[in-house]
């Protein structure tokens, strides 16, 4: 019985070609610093974690936070529009870390505070313009 027996060569595929080319590889690794949330950033993410886990906190501590933070981006020239994405941003930090299956009503909870924060960031940011 004769068997026949090739040798197989692998062929280089593109991305193989490209591992061995010097230029191909970045010679340092691109490193960006971290994006760091501000103080007032993290205490509105603080009030969103909470309603999210269902930790319930006074009313006004969420008006403090998403007011501080108005206040905080309106002073950087911010639109009313660029502040209610942030808002909303920061608002999905803690869906993405907390996500589970069967986490309805932690998303409604959610989804309500983002809305009373939308309005009364809406509020504080034409509250100085006697409108």
Same mark, same amino acid.
């Given at each position: #019985?004769?068997?026949?027996?090739?040798? +197989?060569? =692998?062929? =280089?595929?593109?991305?193989?070609? /490209? $591992?061995? !080319?010097? %230029?191909?590889? =970045? &010679?340092?690794?691109?490193?960006h610093p971290p994006y760091r949330l501000s103080e007032n950033e993290l205490r509105?993410?603080?009030? *969103?974690?909470?309603? *999210?886990? %269902?930790?319930?906190?006074?009313?006004?501590? +969420?008006?403090?936070?998403?007011?501080? $933070?108005? %206040?905080? +981006?309106?002073? #950087? @020239?911010?639109l009313p529009e660029g502040v209610v994405k942030r808002i909303k941003y920061i608002? &999905?930090?803690? !869906?993405? *870390?907390?996500?589970? /299956? @069967?986490?309805?009503?932690a998303h409604s909870r959610l989804a309500d505070t983002i809305s009373k924060a939308?309005? +009364?960031? !809406?509020?504080?940011? *034409?509250? %100085?313009? @006697? @409108?």
């Amino acid at each position: #019985m004769r068997r026949d027996t090739e040798t +197989l060569t =692998p062929t =280089p595929t593109t991305m193989s070609l /490209a $591992l061995h !080319i010097p %230029d191909a590889v =970045p &010679a340092q690794p691109q490193s960006h610093p971290p994006y760091r949330l501000s103080e007032n950033e993290l205490r509105l993410r603080s009030q *969103f974690v909470a309603t *999210f886990t %269902d930790n319930p906190q006074p009313a006004w501590e +969420l008006q403090i936070a998403v007011w501080h $933070l108005t %206040d905080e +981006l309106k002073a #950087m @020239g911010e639109l009313p529009e660029g502040v209610v994405k942030r808002i909303k941003y920061i608002a &999905a930090i803690p !869906i993405s *870390f907390h996500y589970r /299956a @069967g986490y309805r009503s932690a998303h409604s909870r959610l989804a309500d505070t983002i809305s009373k924060a939308i309005s +009364l960031s !809406i509020v504080r940011y *034409f509250a %100085d313009e @006697g @409108g």
